[in-house]
């Protein structure tokens, strides 16, 4: 099969709906996830309700679009949720539920596609980390600190799966207008793109343009890479 | 699934992976897959894992070698085709009970 199989988490809304789009849009087979039902409705996308955290549900998730497509050319692991509050107020269940849907989520689909990759020798992995890690932002350590999770896992997964022709990069954006920040008082988010190095939002196209770089069949010697938007660096 | 299909894959599995590598080496049930005395290195074992659960899907049946059942065994389940057998053996035929 010469077209190409893109798996992006979290698509029923926010980031992950655009990219589905936008890949779509360029002739991709899309196979999206979130725990409710999805309104995209296109011929060549497959929509899974799971949560991301679900082991189990991941599991067969993979198999079957192994079975349907037998490869998987990419994995977007874009869903994730964010807490924003100061840590003394910050209940461990909060934390748990952070960590479950952005480390664990990442980590088995990294795994699971990972292995379909393996057997393909070819795969391009992108996960999502965020400015607030290197920023160090008040009120988000456990949201930071998930991300920085996941910075590890991508840059300890670019080796291992390195001999598998499969390459592991990270996207770490800066706020972008979506449910996951509207809760955010206006002066706490004018502060954060203050500290940005060019100091405004980003938008949906800022995402999709590092993630084509990524998936570009040229970037075959770029892997274990964070690129944070906005000249954000540590 | 009966244990001497469940065996049969394993060394077709094993075997295509020792001719993919150029080893000249033939599987059987004591063939050593994990320790020593294994032909196949870190990798090689990560790979031939990797096979070994998609050839079960191919024949319908969802196995998990990465369960913390395998990593906390005091015997490793990876030890020889035939131990991972067994192994493999328990995992189908808890799926053909939830299945019924
Ligand atoms: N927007 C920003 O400013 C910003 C900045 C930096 C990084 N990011 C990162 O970008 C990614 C996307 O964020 P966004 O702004 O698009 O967020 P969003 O608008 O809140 O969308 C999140 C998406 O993920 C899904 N999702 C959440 N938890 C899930 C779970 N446990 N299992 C399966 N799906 C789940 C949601 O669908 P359901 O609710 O149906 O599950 C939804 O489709 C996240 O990783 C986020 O951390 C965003």
């Known amino acids: 099969m010469n077209k190409k199989v893109m798996v992006i988490t979290g698509t029923r809304k926010g980031i992950g709906r655009y990219l589905s789009e936008y890949y779509l849009g360029k002739n991709f087979i899309v196979i999206g996830c979130s725990r409710s039902e999805s309104d995209l409705k296109h011929e060549k996308y497959e929509h899974f309700c799971l949560d991301v955290a679900d082991e189990k549900a991941v599991n067969k998730m993979i198999s079957a679009i192994s079975k349907k497509y037998g490869k998987i050319d990419y994995l977007i692991n874009n869903a994730g949720i964010a807490s924003m509050n100061h840590s003394l107020l910050t209940p461990l269940s909060v934390v748990e539920k952070v960590f479950k849907t952005n480390v664990f989520g990442t980590f088995v689909f990294c795994r699971e596609a990972g292995k379909i990759m393996a057997k393909n020798k070819f795969g391009r992995i992108i996960n999502f980390a965020t400015i607030a890690t290197p920023l160090k932002m008040e009120g988000e350590s456990v949201y930071a600190a998930s991300k920085s999770a996941i910075e590890s896992i991508t840059k300890i997964l670019a080796k291992e799966f390195s001999t598998y022709n499969i390459t592991v990069n990270a996207i770490g954006p800066t706020p972008i207008y979506t449910d996951l920040i509207k809760n955010v008082p206006k002066e706490k988010m004018d502060s954060l793109l203050n500290m940005q190095t060019i100091n405004r939002y980003g938008e949906f196209d800022d995402i999709s343009n590092v993630i084509d770089f990524f998936i570009s069949d040229k970037s075959n010697f770029i892997t274990g890479q964070v690129i944070f938007l906005g000249g954000v660096s540590y | ?100």
């Open chain 2, 1 to 100: 699934m009966e244990k001497h299909r469940i065996k049969e894959i394993l060394n077709k599995t094993v075997n295509e992976y020792f001719e993919s590598q150029d080893f000249n080496e033939k599987a059987n049930e004591d063939t050593v897959l994990f320790g020593k005395e294994s032909v196949l290195d870190s990798m090689g074992l990560v790979n031939v894992i990797i096979d070994i659960e998609s050839r079960f899907l191919d024949e319908d049946y969802e196995i998990s070698l990465t369960s913390e059942k395998a990593m906390s065994r005091r015997n490793s389940p990876f030890r020889t085709i035939s131990t991972l057998a067994d192994f493999i053996g328990e995992q189908v035929t808890e799926n053909e009970e939830i299945d019924e």
